[in-house]
């Protein structure tokens, strides 16, 4: 049975994010990162973690990349993370399992009212729906909980970075960016690069993937693609100097 | 049927619950995987050797020798104290077989102080 899924503003999502951090830190305390998802999850909100094999709880037929990586029981708040993303097992998975963690919090806050009058508790998380309305507001959701926005800038003014990073460069020596198809592909490369570089001290501040960071500093507009038409860049040349990494 | 292996996992998760402890939190404490304690936790796997049910008793604040018994395990010191006097022991303990509580612990103590003289 699929649900139906209402539209929820991204500020709205931001906002429950925000408000369940307040919650959780202490007065006169001040969240620091990396947010204590462990924390929040098991002693603040009182759901249950475990780790299992999910393909095999739900009986679906072997893949060698896992494609559930997490699920969550509405009605009674128990939360089943695949194992192949246990963080002590696999410390290169400590990111991945700790955003699933957070975008099953975010199922939690934002979709318990669906499930309410139905038949169904479930909500399985595949990469292969990520697209889908549900997955894409918990996704929003665990972005806003693990890198909150007062504590991105913040560490975007210790980074030493007051503007926006501008990926996609107009010309590159003078060559314009789309004179030719290699020419092309060679830049994307070094704006992969360079992007990668521009989210990685972040990512480390934050304990996400560059990834994950990279879309969160997009959205909060430390970021940009293009330089936006009307405005006038205020440097002279092409390139933002990268932040330190101290 | 519950075995007693889904009893000892099932206690173990409540009394975590209980106080409090996360997963990973207790998982490190004991000094096995998350995934590992979680199959323990479902009372799939037998539950861990003798070492970590104690550390588990501790973190939990049950009795060890009662979380042994719940594990399917026997406390080495007692299959030593058996292994030596095998026969007086085991006629001791089939003796004591049916006792109550309260008539064993007044044994305990009696061994205790015949012990001491």
Not at chain 2, 41 to 50: A, L, M, N, S, Y
Request: hydrophobic share 40%.
């Amino acid at each position: 049975m699929t649900l139906r899924v209402p539209y929820i503003a991204d500020e709205t999502i931001e906002r429950d994010a925000e408000a369940l951090l307040e919650q959780y830190t202490p007065k006169c305390m001040k969240i620091r990162t990396p947010i204590p998802i462990d924390n929040i999850v098991e002693k603040y909100l009182k759901l249950r973690v475990e780790f299992n094999d999910l393909r095999r709880l739900f009986g679906l037929p072997g893949h060698r990349e896992p494609d559930i990586f997490g699920a969550i029981w509405l009605k009674s708040g128990e939360i089943v993370i695949d194992e192949s993303l246990d963080p002590e097992e696999y410390p290169l998975r400590e990111e991945r399992y700790r955003f699933t963690l957070a975008h099953e919090v975010g199922h939690w806050r934002l979709h318990r009212p669906l499930v309410q009058d139905t038949q169904r508790s479930i909500v399985v998380c595949r990469s292969s729906q990520a697209n889908e309305r549900l997955e894409l507001q918990a996704n929003l959701y665990a972005s806003c909980l693990l890198m909150p926005r007062k504590l991105v800038m913040e560490w975007r003014d210790k980074l030493g970075n007051d503007h926006p990073y501008i990926l996609r460069r107009k010309s590159f020596f003078g060559l314009p960016y789309d004179m030719d198809p290699k020419l092309a592909g060679v830049l994307r490369f070094f704006e992969q690069s360079d992007l990668y570089n521009f989210a990685r001290p972040f990512a480390e501040k934050f304990r996400v993937s560059p990834t994950a960071m990279r879309i969160r500093l997009e959205k909060l507009g430390l970021i940009r693609l293009e330089v936006p038409r009307l405005a006038k860049p205020t440097f002279g040349h092409l390139h933002i100097p990268l932040p330190s990494r101290t | 049927m519950m075995t007693a292996r889904m009893m000892f996992g099932r206690l173990v998760r409540r009394e975590r619950m209980a106080r409090a402890i996360g997963l990973r939190e207790m998982a490190k404490k004991v000094g096995v995987s998350p995934t590992y304690l979680s199959q323990i936790e479902r009372g799939e796997f037998k539950p861990p050797t003798e070492d970590k049910v104690r550390k588990i008793a501790e973190i939990i604040g049950q009795d060890p020798d009662e979380l042994l018994a719940l594990a399917g395990r026997v406390a080495s010191d007692l299959t030593e104290i058996i292994r030596r006097r095998p026969r007086e022991m085991a006629d001791f303990l089939r003796a004591a077989k049916g006792l109550t509580a309260d008539d064993i612990a007044r044994f305990a103590l009696q061994a205790q102080k015949t012990k001491q003289k």
